[in-house]
């Protein structure tokens, strides 16, 4: 008899533990299929299941505007670190101050612990060498050559109202101008004149360049990096002017209900085990003695330029809603 309620406890236990399994509920920014291998493999080593929406960093910054009085989520991974300043700033976020975060260089993390940098990414150019040499154009090397007639309607970027990446490119110009913000849209005009189309995410160009749907993609190297690795015939070149990089960051939403598991989450992503996962998809990882995989596009190799971040993250809804007004509200 005591074996037999013995073992009907210990299928009650099974029960209600498959019932009330841990989990936390997670908006992520970085590419799709990472954030799956990620969380799997987190949940594989602690038990936590992990519920996770894939948005653009200013949808993620949209949706948690619009859930502020009852955050549906408790954690917000990847996307450009601009993005999460933004968060900062309009309060959509709350530090954290990790354990973990404490070894990743000051230079990338925030000093209140609203956010901490995972990795660097230069804005590059990335050519179909097929389609161009069937358009007779060259692969662009400088952001001069880019407003050439010669590459008109042949150009596809992010949407900056929707994307981090497109506000990565704005802000890159603004820096190559020396803050001479009259000259970036002067130049942001003539660059519209020759993309196709403004694309919601930021990574969404480098598919259409491999398939040759367009020839030219403005974007970060590490989407471009993993479309070679596919054995993709393009072409990956860095503008002579300079190069922004984003910083790609995480941080934890304010009010949201799985604080206990969005925190372990956190200081998981910060930790060794990720590392392998993150360098599978060629990103430069910005803790110290990080897996770097070979073929990842070093910001040694590009004319990588001085970023104020703070600066770029607090001006961002203004200079965003002066591209929408200039620009973006006038494509038919």
Not at 55 to 60: K, P
Not at 224 to 235: P, R, T
Request: overall charge positive; some cysteine; glycine content about 10%.
């Amino acid at each position: 008899m005591k074996r037999f309620v013995a073992i009907i406890a210990a299928l009650m236990a099974i029960g209600l533990g498959a019932w009330s399994q841990e989990s936390v509920s997670v908006y992520a920014s970085c590419d799709e299929a990472l954030a799956k291998q990620l969380f799997a493999k987190f949940t594989q080593e602690t038990g936590i299941a992990v519920n996770f929406v894939r948005l653009s960093g200013g949808e993620a910054i949209s949706r948690m505007e619009a859930e502020k009085g009852n955050p549906q989520a408790s954690v917000w991974v990847g996307g450009v670190g601009l993005d999460h300043i933004t968060g900062k700033i309009k309060g959509l976020t709350t530090p954290y101050k990790s354990k973990v975060a404490a070894t990743i260089p000051a230079k990338y993390r925030d000093k209140e612990s609203y956010w901490t940098g995972l990795y660097v990414g230069p804005v590059t150019f990335f050519t179909n060498n097929k389609r161009a040499a069937e358009l007779g154009i060259k692969p662009p090397t400088s952001w001069a050559d880019l407003i050439k007639p010669e590459y008109k309607g042949f150009i596809r970027m992010a949407d900056p109202r929707t994307s981090g990446t497109a506000y990565a490119v704005m802000t890159t110009l603004r820096y190559v101008f020396k803050g001479d913000e009259g000259k970036v849209f002067d130049y942001l005009k003539k660059l519209d004149a020759n993309i196709d189309q403004y694309t919601r995410s930021g990574a969404a160009y480098a598919a259409s360049v491999a398939t040759g749907e367009i020839p030219i993609g403005i974007g970060f190297a590490h989407d471009q990096v993993k479309m070679l690795n596919q054995g993709v015939d393009a072409v990956i070149t860095a503008p002579k002017e300079g190069s922004g990089f984003e910083l790609a960051a995480m941080s934890m939403i304010k009010g949201g209900k799985d604080q206990v598991n969005g925190k372990k989450l956190y200081d998981w992503i910060l930790g060794k085990s990720s590392q392998e996962i993150f360098a599978t998809y060629f990103v430069l990882l910005v803790a110290p003695g990080a897996t770097v995989h070979p073929k990842a596009l070093p910001l040694s190799k590009v004319n990588a330029l001085v970023q104020d971040l703070e600066w770029d993250g607090a001006n961002k809804e203004r200079l965003v809603k002066r591209w929408t007004e200039e620009i973006g509200s006038l494509r038919k």
